[in-house]
């Protein structure tokens, strides 16, 4: 009775408290919202929600028919082709098709001896010849009872040819590596995240790591402790931008990139990086022209879409405040952006 | 005339309409009280006694919760269990078990998680992996085996099933995690087949993103992919925590309680009662990330192999001790 009596009174007590919450957690609305005063994106910028495909051009928002769950848009430097990854039950394939995902052409397999297969993350390179992205293809096969790794390596596409070749050997049970992207401008150089282990006590690492193709080479951008991930570089090759988790924040910055490396930079080039953002941030994209830098981030409960300007006199800074594409959408935060003229 | 039938004096005019308005109000009261039993009895029926062994194991301290408008520390041990078709369900495992702290005279709050391989003394058992002792005595024997091992005075229980985590999940509307690296498990258990045995692929890109109950569940569960094995997931584990407070702290408590006790029942245990639940759920809504503090004791259990080649973790317990003083101030038992 004690416990009846309880619950009235602290009914009554929450009642009068007002314990009503006068910032309701958002939910899903299951549609893309856009805000009242709509941004105007310039090009075809690509997002995916609910693993659906969506581009954004001017005011018009367009939800392209794939057929199937995607994740991780990629699009040609003159937009002609899109490449997604487009997910099975068990396995994914990369997937390219013309800009509005008719003629679709299914560039991975599946499976594999060893099992179903994963790839994501495809991205062109300057020619449109050639796409990079992640598979734990060449993995051993694995059962409870012989338990092997299947880290993500970063694999390249011939699209002339149809052939394809293994670019990193990930570290095992790591969780592999992340976000490659050939650097525009050159044809041999290759940026993506390395996942590792390090620090006392040891705690997840993640790395902004170079490769040079010609040679195999790799160097990193960014300390041997921290979290630095999604690079994504400009299109001129000469600045990454890329998030640093921070304590409780997962922050925006740019660093300038050098033509190459000869050996590993002390400090490291991410060390003197511009803080662009502060937020929850995932997935920064450049607009094709870099005038502007395109992400997602956590407001009010929902990863919505950002178009922050940016400005290169003297240094590169924020040239204005971000806007919102955006409301209460709920975009995928773990599928990349991609951005067209 | 009216007269009061008592003296005989004429009643004072309105005295009638004052016994009506008297009882009308006492039947609203009854009316209202009666709606509210009813609206709270999901969170009432959650809170029923569940263990079928609360009692203390004998010889073991105690802990006495504080009074309600106490400053004294509480301390919560989460408990959590694969809880899926394959085990027998009165004898699970506690795969994760977590300390939550509470201090309210500073308005924070430590997370400490207890490695599952941990290798313990049992009260009343042979010493075994701590995880062990759910399994051997309920939430009672969990309870006296923290305790005596780390000297923290255990006030509250709360179990989760793997339904239950997936549920609260779901009905704060997913959470927002930042998973710390790309987690990839082709041998992931399929909780939800109908044999328990089955295994499925599994893969989250790494960052910041919006997590399901399913995805968060297989977030803190999966170990196959992560060189820190079950270190790695305690951390993962207590994001998540700390995911679902930060959800929740923008919830309407007086409507989501009954829903969320009514979604949960079944799937979690607890012997908070609800006067306690509701303290520590306002003191949550106004808790900042950076009140809430993550410890891990890996740094004073080193790998070792128990006499029957089980792999287990062995405490340097004074070392430990140290830390646990540093962590609770004086609030440990002697």
Not at chain 1, 46 to 75: E, H, I, M, N, W
Not at chain 1, 162 to 169: A, C, D, E, I, T
Not at chain 1, 228 to 250: C, K, M, Q, T, Y
Request: glycine content about 8%; overall charge neutral; charged content about 15%.
């Amino acid at each position: 009775m004690n416990r009846r009596f309880a619950a009235v009174a602290l009914s009554a007590m929450l009642a009068l408290a007002g314990c009503t919450s006068s910032t309701p957690v958002a939910h899903d609305p299951g549609r893309v919202v856009r805000p009242v005063k709509q941004v105007s994106v310039p090009g075809r910028l690509y997002a995916t929600k609910g693993r659906a495909l969506y581009r954004f051009s001017g005011t018009q928002l367009t939800r392209l028919r794939f057929g199937s769950r995607v994740k991780d848009p990629a699009v040609t430097l003159t937009g002609d082709r899109v490449a997604v990854a487009q997910l099975q039950d068990q396995s994914s394939t990369i997937v390219v098709s013309d800009p509005n995902g008719q003629n679709r052409q299914v560039l991975t397999p599946s499976s594999a001896a060893a099992g179903s297969l994963w790839a994501f993350a495809p991205g062109f390179d300057r020619a449109g010849h050639r796409i990079v992205y992640l598979t734990d293809r060449g993995k051993q096969p694995s059962s409870p009872q012989n338990l092997q790794p299947n880290d993500l390596g970063v694999w390249s596409y011939d699209l002339t040819t149809g052939q394809s070749r293994r670019l990193v050997q990930p570290v095992a049970y790591t969780g592999g590596d992340s976000d490659p992207g050939y650097r525009p401008g050159v044809s041999d150089q290759l940026i993506y995240t390395t996942y590792l282990y390090g620090g006392v006590p040891t705690e997840p690492v993640a790395r902004l790591t170079w490769m040079s193709l010609r040679t195999g080479a790799t160097v990193y951008l960014s300390p041997e402790t921290g979290r630095n991930f999604e690079p994504a570089l400009s299109p001129d090759g000469r600045f990454v931008a890329f998030i640093r988790a921070g304590a409780g924040s997962d922050d925006l910055y740019v660093m300038p990139l050098v033509p190459t490396y000869t050996r590993e930079p002390r400090p490291y080039p991410s060390e003197s990086a511009a803080l662009i953002q502060s937020g929850i941030i995932a997935q920064p994209v450049w607009a094709p022209d870099g005038s502007a830098i395109a992400f997602l981030m956590l407001t009010k409960g929902s990863f919505d879409l950002f178009i922050l300007p940016i400005g290169m006199d003297n240094a590169i800074h924020a040239a204005g405040a971000a806007q919102a594409v955006t409301h209460g959408s709920f975009l995928d935060a773990d599928s990349r952006l991609a951005w067209s003229p | 005339m009216n007269h009061s039938p008592a003296t005989g004096v004429p009643a004072a005019p309105g005295s009638h309409r004052l016994r009506w308005v008297a009882l009308g109000a006492i039947a609203l009261a009854l009316v209202l009280i009666g709606g509210v039993l009813i609206y709270l009895s999901p969170v009432l029926a959650l809170l029923e006694p569940h263990d079928p062994s609360p009692g203390r194991v004998a010889g073991v301290p105690a802990a006495t919760p504080p009074p309600l408008d106490s400053k004294q520390r509480i301390n919560i041990l989460l408990l959590g269990s694969d809880n899926d078709q394959k085990f027998r369900q009165d004898a699970l495992l506690a795969q994760t078990m977590i300390v939550v702290s509470i201090d309210p005279s500073t308005h924070q709050v430590t997370m400490l998680s207890l490695p599952r391989d941990l290798w313990v003394e049992i009260p009343g058992h042979p010493s075994a992996k701590i995880d062990l002792a759910y399994a051997q005595g309920g939430a009672a024997l969990a309870r006296a085996t923290v305790e005596k091992a780390f000297k923290i005075p255990i006030h509250y229980y709360a179990w989760v099933g793997l339904n239950g985590l997936v549920r609260v999940v779901d009905r704060v509307g997913g959470v927002d995690l930042d998973v710390l690296h790309p987690v990839l498990d082709d041998n992931y258990p399929n909780d939800f087949s109908d044999s328990g045995y089955g295994t499925e692929r599994v893969y989250l890109a790494a960052g910041p993103q919006h997590l399901d109950g399913r995805h968060a569940l297989q977030y803190v569960r999966s170990r196959h992919g992560d060189l820190l094995s079950d270190f790695g997931r305690s951390v993962r584990q207590q994001q998540l925590l700390l995911a679902i407070q930060q959800r929740a702290a923008g919830m309407d408590l007086v409507t989501a309680l009954p829903t969320f006790a009514k979604d949960l029942n079944g799937h979690v245990k607890t012997d908070l009662d609800l006067a306690r639940l509701t303290q520590l759920a306002l003191f949550m809504r106004d808790l900042h990330p950076a009140d809430v503090h993550q410890a891990f004791i890996s740094a004073y259990v080193r790998d070792a192999t128990a006499a029957d080649g089980q792999q287990i973790l062995l405490a340097d317990w004074t070392a430990l001790h140290a830390y646990l003083r540093q962590l609770f101030g004086g609030d440990l038992l002697p």
